[in-house]
């Protein structure tokens, strides 16, 4: 069975007038000719709007293919990701996602692992990757972690205390 390829005659990928309606990123990955990593670094760079519909069933539009050719356009021009940012913000294609002052809201965990020292982890981690992060802020904790009996200065240099 030969795989299936969206390459038109002329080179490009398939057009967003093509495009249905709503599809999932691998489609859209497919449509566009690029990995679906690459769809989704550039919608945290800003230069590509976030799915139509977030989670499991994240969908896509045909707005979100005109995009990836437009970016895949200017790259070719040279440009650098911080230019064709620039490019769609000032012809109001920009990724539709929030600006860059004002984050999208995220929900944090602040963990203290030592008086003094609190770490922040963002609170959607995977699961696989949530218990790395635990097993490394144990190990920091345990290192950090005051001693019950704090030794003196010159017990920590190695002398001895000869006062009565």
Same mark, same amino acid.
């Given at each position: 069975?030969?795989?299936?390829?969206?390459?038109?005659?002329?080179?490009?990928?398939?057009?967003?007038?093509?495009?249905?309606?709503?599809?999932?990123?691998?489609?859209?990955?497919?449509?566009?000719?690029?990995?679906?990593?690459?769809?989704?670094?550039?919608?945290?760079?800003?230069?590509?709007?976030?799915?139509?519909?977030?989670?499991?069933?994240?969908?896509?539009?045909?707005?979100?293919?005109?995009?990836?050719?437009?970016?895949?356009?200017?790259?070719?021009?040279?440009?650098?990701?911080? /230019? +064709? =940012?620039?490019? $769609?913000? !000032? &012809?109001?294609?920009?990724?539709?996602?929030? #600006?860059? *002052?004002?984050?999208?809201?995220?929900?944090?965990?602040?963990?203290?692992?030592?008086?003094?020292?609190?770490? /922040? +982890? =963002?609170?959607? $981690?995977? !699961? &696989?990757?949530?218990?790395?992060?635990?097993? #490394?802020? *144990?190990?920091?904790?345990?290192?950090?972690?005051?001693?019950?009996?704090?030794?003196?200065?010159?017990?920590?240099?190695?002398?001895?205390?000869?006062?009565?």
């Amino acid at each position: 069975m030969a795989d299936r390829d969206d390459t038109r005659q002329d080179g490009r990928h398939e057009s967003p007038a093509d495009a249905p309606r709503e599809m999932p990123l691998a489609e859209l990955a497919r449509r566009a000719g690029v990995p679906p990593r690459t769809i989704r670094f550039y919608i945290s760079r800003g230069l590509l709007p976030g799915p139509l519909r977030r989670g499991r069933n994240a969908a896509y539009g045909p707005a979100h293919l005109e995009a990836l050719e437009e970016i895949r356009r200017l790259r070719a021009q040279g440009l650098t990701l911080a /230019q +064709v =940012r620039s490019r $769609l913000a !000032a &012809a109001g294609r920009e990724g539709g996602g929030p #600006a860059p *002052s004002l984050p999208e809201p995220s929900s944090w965990w602040h963990l203290e692992v030592a008086p003094g020292v609190v770490v /922040q +982890v =963002r609170a959607d $981690l995977p !699961a &696989a990757r949530l218990r790395e992060v635990r097993a #490394a802020l *144990s190990q920091l904790a345990r290192r950090l972690a005051p001693d019950t009996a704090p030794a003196s200065t010159d017990e920590r240099n190695g002398k001895e205390d000869d006062t009565p």
